[in-house]
């Protein structure tokens, strides 16, 4: 049998290199660990957001945006410790990417203006109605499986790779049973995610977050980065992750951040702030896991409820019966467990941030409203998303040696490869996971193409 010109292994970001690839002339194989990927990948688990950075959705309401402006937003978050290769590489290709998903693969992107997510300068997240990552995935999916561009293996684990003379020759795949099989291929793209799936690792690279629940896809073992260093590849960033500080404690559902940036505030056991939660959602997941049981409450009100319920995660931790709702904030109090006099003293110090009467202790720049009765409020804990610290990539994901040298044949892309969040938790932007599966799948398979042809 001829070999492939590319397996792409990972059908979350992958599924992206996998389309493009096949629709600029490759014979590609795409495989799945999992029998059910559409349903388990991280990717589906999403809220869909997906950064451009000078889209038409951004023109056409007069947003004015760059590449340039997106890197220094992405400097600013991570004090300028992002990797500058992958992070020009992806927010020049933001643009293309989206528009390209827009145009040939139909995704009805939406820019979202409803509220601003931290750390971006501009409105630049595009997403989809129910703002789902598996509402882009699941239409994506079913068109391709029609199309028949290119083969699909599900249950199909990758476990490594053959190189020789320092060329990618082969994956070596393993079914379900066990079996194991050599696939010949000219080119792979290691799209199987980070480790936060992996205890182990987790605990060596991101001791602060290995106790709290994890939210992602069961099958991030983290074999791309076992698979890529037993070949020489350099890793990096392996201290980053995504954390999230909303995930209600009641039936382990995504409440998310719009909550807070429409002016929801986040108190502990004693019904006391602690911290500025308008710096972003990521961090807060460990700064949420010093307080007492890890535990905090949001407290929000019916318009804040009202204007997440675009987030269908939101509505399915509203009908899980999350929000415990309240008359007065005394009630509330009463009702949640914490000090009235603490709620009440947090609920002023919003009005009077908001009112600009006062300064926020925690400099949180404001409060997006007056808080007003009915008032609710969630059970949170903190919880891990994805890891981004991975495989060392150049700007078109193609897997670099310690020396840095490109491994002729071998990619990476998302949770795989390096992000583009820097160190720690505090770097990540929203979309910035998303962005970096789907940007270097799509930009490997690009390279792949134009290096077939010569
Ligand atoms: C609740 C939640 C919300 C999020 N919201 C956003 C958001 O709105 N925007 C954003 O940018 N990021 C978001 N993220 C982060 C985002 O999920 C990741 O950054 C992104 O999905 C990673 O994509 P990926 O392709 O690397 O991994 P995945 O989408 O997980 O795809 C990897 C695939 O590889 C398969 N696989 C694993 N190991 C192997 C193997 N050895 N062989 C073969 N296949 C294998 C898996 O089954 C999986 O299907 C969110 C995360 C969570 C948990």
New binding site residues.
């Given amino acids: 049998m001829k070999p492939y010109d590319l397996i792409v ?6 599924l992206i290199g996998a389309i493009k690839a096949a629709q600029l002339g490759l014979n590609v194989l795409l ?4 029998d059910d ?1 559409i349903e ?4 589906s ?6 950064p451009g950075a000078g889209t038409r959705w951004q023109k056409n309401q007069g947003i004015i945006d760059s590449p340039e402006l997106f890197t220094k937003d992405i400097m600013k978050k991570t004090k300028n410790s992002a990797d500058p290769i992958a992070t020009k590489a992806l927010t020049e290709v933001s643009v293309e990417l989206l528009e390209w998903m827009a145009d040939s693969l139909k995704v009805p992107w939406e820019l979202v203006t409803d509220f601003h997510y931290p750390g971006h300068s501009v409105d630049r997240c595009l997403t989809v109605t129910g703002r789902k ?1 598996h509402e882009v995935m699941r239409p994506i999916w079913a068109k391709a499986q029609q199309d028949k561009k290119f083969d699909f293996k599900p249950s ?4 490594d790779v053959v190189l020789i003379n320092g060329q990618v020759h082969a994956a070596v795949v393993e079914a379900k049973d066990g079996t194991r099989t050599n696939i010949e291929t000219k080119n792979l793209l290691l ?3 980070g480790y936060a799936a992996n205890k182990e690792l987790v605990a060596k690279y991101n001791a602060e977050i290995s106790d709290a629940y994890y ?3 069961p ?3 983290g ?1 791309a980065l076992e698979i890529g260093t037993k070949h020489g590849a350099a890793m990096g960033f392996l201290d980053a992750y ?1 954390g ?1 500080a909303a995930i209600a404690a009641h039936a382990n559902t ?1 409440v998310g951040w719009a909550t807070v940036m429409q002016g929801g505030f986040i108190v502990n056991l004693d019904g006391i702030r602690f911290g500025d939660e308008s710096a972003g959602y990521s961090e807060y997941a460990a700064i949420l896991s010093k307080q007492e049981n890890s535990t905090g409450w949001l407290i929000i009100d019916r318009d804040i409820h009202d204007g997440s319920m675009s987030f269908k995660e939101f509505e399915v931790t509203v009908n899980s019966g999350a929000i415990v709702w309240a008359d007065s904030v005394d009630e509330l109090a009463s009702k949640i467990g914490v000090p009235s006099s603490s709620l009440e003293m947090e609920v002023a110090n919003a009005t009077a941030v908001f009112e600009k009467t006062t300064e926020d202790r925690f400099g949180r720049k404001t409060f997006e409203k007056v808080l007003k009765a009915p008032f609710g409020a969630i059970k949170l804990r903190p919880s891990l ?2 890891t981004q610290g991975g495989l060392v990539v150049n700007g078109v994901g193609a897997v670099i040696d310690k020396q840095s040298k490109p491994i002729s044949g071998l990619y990476a ?4 490869a390096i992000g583009i969040s820097g160190h720690g938790s505090d770097g990540y932007l ?8 789907f940007g270097f799948a799509y930009l490997a398979a690009k390279e792949i193409a134009a290096k077939s042809k010569n």
């Fill in positions: 292994a990972g059908a979350g970001g992958g495989i799945d660990a999992s990927f388990s990948c991280n990717t688990r999403t809220t869909g957001m997906f990552g199909t684990r990758l476990v799209a199987t995610n939210h992602g896809s099958h991030s073992m074999e995504q999230h995504l998303f994805h892309a998302g949770g795989a929203a979309g910035n996971g998303l962005l970096a599966a």
